[in-house]
Every structure is written in C-alpha cells, then in structure tokens.
C-alpha cells in the first residue's frame, strides 16, 4: 500500500465525500423525476454478464432510500461531515481506498449472491417468479445500494474518533464509540435476519471495516504481545501514583523514563497516561506515534526525521 501510494497517490479523488453526495442528489431527483429508470441502474450481475456493464458503475445512483426529504438533508450533510473528517485525517489516498474498497466488495458480493442462489435453487427454482433467473436477479438487485456502504464509512469514524461526541436526537450527547457498537450489532442483526442479497451486501460492508482495522493495527489490541504491553504500563503508571503518595519522585518529572513517545509532537505516556500510542509497521525503526498522529504522519524510513502530511499532500 505504501508503494501504491507512492505511484498513484496523486490521483486519489479530492472531496470524494461532496461528489458521493452530488451522486445522492441526483439520485434522488432521478427517483422523483423517473422512478421507472431505477430498473436499468441496479447491480444485477446478471445483467451485467449480458452486457449491461453500466450498472457496475450507475447502481452509485441508487440512494438509501426514504420518502422524509428532512431526513435526506441531515443524512447527506452528516455523511458529508464525518467523511471530510476523514479524509483531512488519513489523507486523500486512504479515503479513497476505503471507498472504493468498499465499492468493489459490493460489486463482489453481488455476483457472489447470483453463484449461490443459481446453486441452490436452480434455474427451475428461479421460474418461479415468472421471468426465470432474469427477472429473479432484477427483484432483488436494488439490495445492492450505497446504504451499507455509508454505514460502513460510520463504523469507520468511530474506530478513528471513539471519543467524539454526537448529540443524539439534537440533545443528547453520546460518544461515538458507543453508537458504532450499536451500528455494528444492528448490521449483524440485520445480516442474520434478512435473507437473499441483504447478508452478502452487509457481509461486504463489515469486511471492509475489518479490513481496515486490521491494516491500521487493531489487531494489536487483541495479540497476546500487545496485552502484556499494556498491563506493563498500567502497573508502572501504579507504582509512579504510588511513590507520588508516599513522598516520592512524581512520574511526571525527575529521571522517570517515558515508556511510550510520539516522534511528531514529543508527548509521552508518563505525561499523558490516557492518549493511545501504537507503532507504525510502514515506518523503518520502529517509530511510535500517538493516536492524533498515527494517521497523519509521512511513513519514513530508517534515519529519516518524522513529520506530519502538508496541506494539499497526497
């Protein structure tokens, strides 16, 4: 990825979250003006192997559907904002592979769907609906939309911005990370009570979030490595308390030694004992950052001097 980055970095989509809304919009104009074409621009991959090959591209199109056109204006400014806020955080580069990754596995999942259902119920099966496997595949097809896909690019946020708030209902202030869990839960939920090409959609939309956890290192919240890291740190942060209390030396001073350091802005874990710090596997040496720099540093290598991505940077 460091690589590709490199040598296509100069090509990511500047504002990607503004043009998938300004594809919502005229989306929805579509939908008021000729609801009727909406048959032409779903994902069916039936279609699509018959040369319809537009609608790998025209099902973007099709938003997340809802007849409160005061629900659309919240929804398309709030995926608007939290998208922004993640692209100015990763970088141009990382957003889009994130979008666009995830476009791809619902195009995947899509003809996954068709294999499965052929095996499982046949072209005889599929008759019954009167038009045999076509019109099957044209029922269903408008599953595949770029609702998961937003709800995707939310669980996203909340990996990145646990802490931030949100005010629930324009009063009620929650974090972030609660609300990603209960958005999680609900996908699976979803995906464990919905049949046809609701689970593959769905399926592809959390792949996509995994996907990026386990790029960004989550998985090292879980690695037996990582555990003993931070029960080390939570016992040397209790002894620092403890000599405090007793008339000591302060963790915050003296000869104590950092056992974590951000390379871009200095600040360490003695100093801050609640800010995250994770080490960079694309960086050579072993740079530590903390997690406000984690995603907007330039990977270096080995002698190189650790610095943030300058505005307009890829």
């Not at 319809?52 to 400014?77: A, G, Y």
């Not at 950092?258 to 801050?272: D, E, I, N, W, Y």
Request: contains cysteine; positive net charge; glycine residues 10%.
């Amino acid at each position: 990825m460091s690589d590709l980055e490199r040598r296509f970095g100069r090509y990511a989509v500047r504002d990607l979250s503004l043009k998938l809304v300004i594809l919502y919009v005229v989306g929805y104009v579509l939908e008021m003006a000729a609801p009727s074409v909406f048959t032409w621009l779903t994902l069916d991959p039936w279609a699509v192997i018959h040369g319809q090959v537009w609608r790998l591209v025209s099902w973007l199109l099709i938003p997340p559907m809802t007849d409160n056109v005061f629900f659309v204006l919240i929804m398309l400014f709030f995926y608007y904002s939290i998208g922004t806020s993640l692209e100015r955080v990763w970088g141009r580069w990382k957003y889009n592979v994130f979008i666009f990754r995830g476009i791809l596995l619902t195009i995947v999942s899509a003809f996954v769907w068709m294999g499965v259902t052929f095996l499982l119920l046949g072209g005889a099966g599929m008759a019954a609906y009167g038009t045999g496997v076509a019109g099957y595949m044209r029922a269903y097809s408008g599953a595949f939309s770029t609702y998961y896909i937003n709800m995707s690019i939310f669980l996203a946020y909340a990996l990145t911005f646990p802490e931030a708030q949100v005010l629930l209902m324009f009063i009620i202030p929650v974090k972030v990370k609660y609300l990603g869990v209960l958005d999680a839960a609900f996908l699976i939920y979803e995906m464990i009570r919905y049949a046809g090409p609701s689970r593959f959609v769905i399926a592809a939309s959390l792949l996509n979030v995994v996907i990026l956890w386990l790029y960004s290192g989550g998985w090292m919240r879980v690695s037996p490595q990582q555990i003993h890291r931070r029960n080390s740190f939570r016992r040397a942060v209790d002894r620092g308390a403890a000599s405090v209390g007793s008339g000591g030396r302060s963790y915050t001073g003296g000869d104590a030694i950092p056992m974590h350091k951000c390379a871009v802005c200095g600040r360490t874990s003695l100093l801050f004992p609640d800010l995250e710090f994770r080490y960079c596997s694309r960086c050579e040496g072993g740079v530590e950052y903390c997690s406000d720099h984690l995603f907007t540093h330039v990977h270096i290598r080995a002698g190189e001097k650790p610095h943030l991505f300058e505005e307009g940077q890829n």
